[in-house]
């Protein structure tokens, strides 16, 4: 079985006399890390560290006028999420509903 980045299957075939084709089948069930989720940043608590924008840069964007950090995207899969508070000393990370 086969699994193309559309999200499809794909059965390898083999009749006896026409070599072989591939059968295509329903969409996979996407996978739990796939799912987008809100992000939310609480400004407050950080200190400026840096280290969710060097970390999560697709994520995670930099105000330099005010030394913080600034959401790119308000959704993220949850990995991307879990990424971005585990590289986060005061918690300024959560994931929203």
């Known amino acids: 079985m086969l699994i193309f980045p559309n999200n499809?299957?794909?059965?390898?075939?083999?009749?006896?006399?026409?070599?072989?084709?591939?059968?295509?089948?329903?969409?996979?069930?996407?996978?739990?890390?796939?799912?987008?989720?809100?992000?939310i940043l609480d400004q407050?608590?950080?200190?400026?560290?840096?280290?969710?924008?060097?970390?999560c840069p697709a994520l995670i964007g930099w105000d330099e006028e005010n030394d913080r950090p600034i959401l790119k995207k308000n959704k993220a899969t949850e990995e991307e999420i879990q990424e971005a508070m585990a590289c986060c000393p005061k918690d300024c990370f959560e994931l929203g509903e």
Do not use: S, W
């Open 8 to 39: 499809k299957i794909a059965t390898p075939c083999f009749p006896e006399r026409h070599g072989y084709f591939l059968l295509m089948q329903e969409e996979v069930m996407l996978n739990q890390d796939t799912k987008q989720r809100e992000i």
């Open 44 to 55: 407050g608590r950080c200190h400026g560290c840096m280290g969710c924008h060097e970390m």
